[in-house]
């Protein structure tokens, strides 16, 4: 059976050894102190370990049910959101006015990765509650704050993003969900929704849906969309429940995944609804709260190639097959446990380095949302949207990549379905789905954010790469780690260079390269932070750390890493620098 | 709704402009004119698009049932197993002295295509018998082949595989199930059997197990292992059938994909089996029909990618979102088909480019098992025993990531099952797998096929892909195709010397790189193959073809794969060129 033991002595590492954030001066982060982290985490990780990621494959199994327009969540999910409720997570990095802790976000990351690692379906609950929360403590009046949030912090009621609908997903310029205004405050929202994730279910005693919709009147296209607040049940002035709302489910989609999550279609019916943020401005109130939202699309990546490795990892001690070719390390067995090949251990090596390296740039990304938002530090706020596009689109994509190597491990027995391998590919693929599509990631970064503020955050990041590697190349051992950095980081400026030189001729050039872009620039935030990782692993041997064989591994780990993963920076600037050419050859009917 | 077209004018593009299969001297390809390849293909195109495809969500959705001991397949299976039947498919490569058509292989491949790409679960009803069947057909006495081949030529009787058990899958010399002869000619065979493909169902009158087995006294490991057919029903000397023999379906697994195949756990218990060639040489009688089973295997993953891409290519052009940077395409309508966006297209032409090169190198490799088999040509043995590694790794780690891409194409509506696309890639992802796990593949590469004969095959290869290139580059436009091929083939030499020069000292050296290499490979095939289909094309125009854009199309498509895949090898060379340092660094523990 399938277990998971959350990686507390790894985000510790990070937290203390990398980014050393008591250090930082960001407002919060002096509270966060080894000891304390140390026991959230180890809490988090007994909840996680206990009680979630044993219902995972129930989820999975059972998944939701849509009987008589009531939708049920599995067995056990609702016992254990009030454990989870009970224990506070939810609120652990919401702000204390509204019943949170105040925590902050990166906090909420790490916590964050144990959950999704151990039931995805089943977090996803509170992690679209924590989105709604984030919009109306962002754009809500101080009367919808209090009526709302604190209900949401607690998850007593949850939340809902509504955004796509059958016609349109990545274009919601087509939108056609109409909001009338009633003249008394409130609007009439009539439309439909699909896709929407935690749309209903049988777990709180509120659904505060965010919906999309187009003011009559208002401009055409993505400019005349606007948000509004739609609860499942009206809310009373004193906060009691009112009335139904006429909204409601029409359907829940069999997926390839996530079968613990009600994935609904929502019919708005004239249901009533009260704007949030500005008339017009619907997109402009999302997009605060996109690269906190990507950035967690991006954990959940990491978050299943972490469960996945673990479980590959077990079975690759514990099963015996074939004999290591230098010699027999089990000679008394039947067979050598397959751990002793190499093509297990370049599989196993691959996740290894990439959930460590993917954990610590995910980490580094909270800090700078952190720093962003608690420190107004505006060149942070740059960096963290520079790099929105490449975590959620480079996590996600190596974390499918990752599980099905995991399950590889198992040959035969990863296929089935009782050996729980098959869940985590399953519930991966979503990530590089939803939250917009990873192709989309990819044209945000190189169509929007590289040329943003002029340029300055990328440049401000190769300035970063250039100074580390120029501060600790001498250093004994450092070479292997900043060469192959600085030979990546080169790539990716000639990648850039390219789109400059013939972009502006010709924008297909450009995106036609974007998509190996994102990943080009995935490696070398990967490659950046392994470095970084080293030298923070020499520094920890260096004074004498007690642990000297975890520094040791991490540093073996990084090795790898820039041995065999960062090179593939190489290939993608060669098929960037062949433009648009090949790509664009053909006409449509020539397909 | 997914639907599925036989790629009939690729297919015929490649026997007869590509591999010129009339000119060959191949006994039995003096047949194989063009009208009459099209004219089977055409039929074969009717029945799997028609037929089979249509049932391919049926199968996935209802899945086998077993209850009381009875195995169910999915409603419409057995009658349109009966259509197959009545239209000789299962026949069409088998010897006429028992009913069969005697087509080539290379014919019986490419309809394979077809029927594994409209309905892969259902079509393993049939491969699995056909493996069965070449087992007979090569190593039983002329008794059995009477007994038991005319009524398995025309899937009366279906046959299985019976290899794996639970405690063992790669390492068969760890095999437990046991054979007593009774003095009659019989054994008595008892054990279990696990992850058996068609094992049981309801659609023939009998089922013929072929299993492996030991015979007490025989050696031990893999060498004393011995090949038996035990009937479902036995069958008396008159042909008909006689008593249940004593093998029983211990359960059913829930899988993630082919969900239409009944996977059995199989009893043997005491049942009756009768010795299939030689006593303790059952391993040499199935490796004989190796090289075609995993070329079987190779072709399921590229079907899989022909069929997701077929219904990604549909959505693309009529799917509106978005506009054509370059200016709107579709101007009156709300928004440009997504086929217009230049990263769309970069993913439509990675699953163009790869299918149709991967349909030409599989049907070359079928073409040297006809040479080798029908000409008795030892060096096209030698070839396809090299290359059979390749194709099985290769094309099903591309075919699932070809499916993975088709499915992004969609976006969520990808991820939801109603639109299939979600049936192809948990389809493929078995290809990876089953028929030995594809880092087994690598080590059959690199630990035995490399070295074969003296490397003599090895350098045959290179001396075919240089004698290409010196014939071709001086010719108009072909510079881009063997330029690129020239430094592919230098990488994939370059590997071999390091494998030779470090693997000398520390076979794990090579082995770390093994999968590498495979793919490396397997990227220099189908770039060699695309370079010979590019002269092809360029013959036809040459020569007035009155489908001059079904050429240009082949042209432009072979050059998007010269330009954005093949510079893939130089990557992997760099892996494999980092040895077993950083592979091999840790100790078990440090995991």
Not at 348 to 355: R, V, Y
């Amino acid at each position: 059976m399938p277990s998971y033991t959350a990686p507390t002595k790894d985000m510790q590492f990070v937290l203390h050894d990398l980014l050393k954030v008591t250090e930082t001066g960001i407002p919060g982060y002096d509270e966060l102190e080894a000891d304390f982290t140390s026991a959230v985490l180890e809490e988090a990780g007994k909840i996680t370990s206990e009680v979630l990621a044993p219902l995972n494959p129930v989820g999975d199994t059972e998944g939701c049910t849509f009987e008589n327009g009531v939708v049920r969540t599995p067995t056990g999910f609702k016992a254990a959101f009030e454990q989870v409720k009970e224990g506070g997570w939810p609120g652990l990095d919401c702000d204390p006015e509204y019943g949170g802790q105040g925590m902050p976000y990166i906090l909420g990351t790490a916590v964050g990765e144990l959950f999704s690692a151990a039931n995805q379906a089943f977090t996803m609950y509170q992690g679209l509650t924590h989105g709604a929360y984030s919009a109306i403590h962002a754009h809500g009046t101080d009367a919808q704050k209090a009526k709302y949030l604190p209900r949401m912090v607690s998850c007593d009621w949850t939340g809902t993003m509504n955004l796509t609908e059958p016609h349109c997903g990545t274009d919601l310029g087509l939108m056609r969900t109409r909001a009338e205004p009633q003249g008394d405050g409130s609007y009439r929202i009539t439309g439909q929704k699909i896709f929407i994730s935690a749309g209903d279910h049988d777990m709180a005693e509120n659904i505060i849906h965010l919906v999309l919709a187009r003011i009559p009147g208002g401009p055409d296209g993505i400019k005349g969309v606007s948000l509004f607040i739609v609860p499942k049940f009206l809310v009373n002035d004193d906060g009691s429940l009112g009335g139904r709302n006429a909204v409601s489910v029409g359907k829940i989609e069999e997926k390839m995944g996530i079968h613990g999550n009600a994935t609904c279609v929502m019919n708005y019916d004239g249901a009533t609804g009260y704007l949030l943020g500005t008339e017009h401005k619907g997109m402009r109130a999302m997009f605060t709260m996109m690269n906190e939202a990507r950035l967690g699309v991006g954990m959940q990546g990491l978050a299943q190639a972490e469960i996945a490795y673990q479980n590959a990892l077990a079975y690759a001690k514990d099963r015996l097959q074939g004999r290591d070719v230098t010699g027999a390390k089990n000679p008394d067995g039947p067979a050598d446990p397959i751990i002793v090949h190499p093509d297990i251990r370049r599989n196993l090596m691959d996740q290894k380095s990439f959930a460590e390296g993917a954990r610590a740039f995910l980490l580094w990304g909270a800090m700078l949302i952190d720093q962003s938002h608690r420190s107004q530090d505006a060149d942070a706020l740059g960096l963290i949207s520079l790099l929105t596009p490449v975590i959620k689109g480079f996590l996600t994509d190596k974390g499918l990549e990752m599980t099905v190597q995991a399950q590889q491990v198992y040959g035969g027995h990863g296929y089935i379905e009782e050996w729980g391998m098959s869940q985590y590919v399953r519930d991966a693929r979503i990530t590089q789905i939803y939250e917009g599509a990873n192709g989309v990631q990819a044209l945000d970064l190189v169509g929007r954010k590289l040329a943003q503020d002029g340029g300055k955050h990328v440049m401000a990041f190769f300035e970063m790469v250039k100074g580390f590697c120029k501060d600790n190349a001498g250093i004994e051992g450092m070479a292997e780690f900043t060469e192959p950095l600085k030979k990546a980081s080169k790539d990716l400026q000639a990648a850039g260079i390219y789109f400059m030189q013939h972009g502006m001729k010709n924008p297909n050039h450009a995106l036609a390269g974007s998509y190996d872009f994102m990943h080009l620039f995935g490696h070398v935030c990967v490659g950046l932070i392994w470095a970084q990782m080293a030298k923070a692993a020499k520094d920890a041997l260096a004074s004498g750390a007690s642990d000297g064989v975890f520094y040791e591994t991490k540093l073996a780990t990084g090795r790898y890493y820039m041995a065999r993963q960062l090179p593939a920076t190489a290939l993608h600037l060669s098929r960037i620098e062949t433009g648009a050419d090949t790509v664009m050859a053909l006409t449509t009917d020539q397909f």
